[in-house]
């Protein structure tokens, strides 16, 4: 799922999609005789897709306290990756309708408009200047780093890369912008829209959250010894004891920084967890696929927002706190607000926030779950082979032209679909071949593609640790999802 990314003060956002807003309160003595001050809460919105029952239509929103407010009041696909909360100002970005899109106070800000579509990963507000990264689409496939500023376009390096992705972004004390992504599992960082090594080549840290605080830059993620976060200045901070570890299993997805304290969450060795200075936390046992978890900090309080035990749902200080079924969690921030005071921010779009708060029976199925039965049963069916990789496939038309190698462009047909039969992407569906370069395209896709021969036609059935992993890409391609690819090799083009 993440999808999403994680500023500490994320949505994107946070990891993934986390920015946060962290505040300090001050208590002064009153002059006896006086009225009291009214009593200040914590303002918890957790933003994400909702989804009414059955239906399986992802509508953009974000729970405030008990009430769930929803963005979007029409029938077309949206979700809320980040959110970030400036004063008054209720800030979210995600997609709607296959476009990059902002809310502020409920009001849509369109950042793409294009048939390809693209994606809002993050959102951050400094000094009344909104800061968007995320990606736009070029001919379906080809996914390019973006970044935007007050809605328009800042022009960012792509310099050799093909498929890119701006997920995490922050402002220094000095104005200098600093983004980070990947390129599939290639880590990127920019700083004013051209590309630069924050963290040293020797040192392999999955980015899943981005925070400047302290004059430092904060990284945080994974390594092949365990969770961790980069600080500059300092360098690898490892959380836990290092040892050998599974990518998959052992993640960082989310930080926050308050005054000295750095804030973690994550899961590892099978539990969610949150560090506070390298000391865990543990909140409950690791679903069988674990959402991204997003932390957030109000003075001593710490909020963790993801899939627990008992389905959707946050945890404040460790203690759970439900949410209304049918939200999947993308993102957490936090304010203060003065308690008897009235909510004033205008959510226009929105008819009947309230939601019926049902008692979440059994565990959804994850598109994991859903693909390792499929992939169990799909093995044993007569024609289809399967890799030392997990990539399985069967041929339609063998080819007597050339196989092509990594490096080599390629001109192809391809329709490609879910477990569930939606298209994601097809250039049939487009009426026109497509001209690619192999070293682009996913794993399963490059392993796939050099075992044809131009003349071809295979079709390929490619786990999510061949394809997107645990990322989501757009609203179709959840986390954890297998693709099926139908492929058609016209020619190879060194």
Known sequence: MNKKISIGG???????????LAFTVHAQRKPAGK?????QQTDVYVGGEFHMGDNTKAIAAYYKNDV?????????QSTVYSMFIDGNDVYAAGIHNRQAVYWKNGQEVRLTNSKDGGIASCIIVVKGDVYVT???????????ARCWKNGQTVKVSLDGLGHSIAKYVAVDDNGDVYMAGHKYSQPLYWRNGERVEIIDKSVYLEPRGLVIANKAIYVVGSTEHGVAYWKGGTGTVLLGVPRPTDLEKDKGTSIAVSGNDVYVAGYEEGFVKYWKNGVATVLCKTPEYPDPYYIATDGNDVYVAGYGEGGTQYWKNGKTVALVPGLLVTSIAVKKSEGNAKYTVKITPVANNKQPVTPATTAPSTPKTEADRFLA???KRPGVTT?????QYEIFKTGTGAKPTVSDLIKVNYHGTLL???VFESTINRGEPITLSLKDMVEGLKEGLQLMNAGG???FFIPANLAYGNQAIGNIIKPGSLIVMEVELLEVVR
Do not use: F, I, W
């Open 457 to 459: 036609k295979y079709k």
């Open 387 to 391: 890799t030392a990789s997990g990539l």
């Open 420 to 422: 569930n039969g939606d």
């Open 68 to 76: 769930l407010v929803k963005l979007v009041d029409d029938e077309s």
């Open 134 to 144: 995320g990606l736009e689409y070029e001919m379906t496939y080809l996914a390019r």
């Open 35 to 39: 009225p009291a001050a009214p009593q």
């Open 10 to 20: 994320h949505l994107l956002l946070t990891a993934g999609l986390l920015c946060t």
């Open 377 to 379: 049963e799909n093995k």
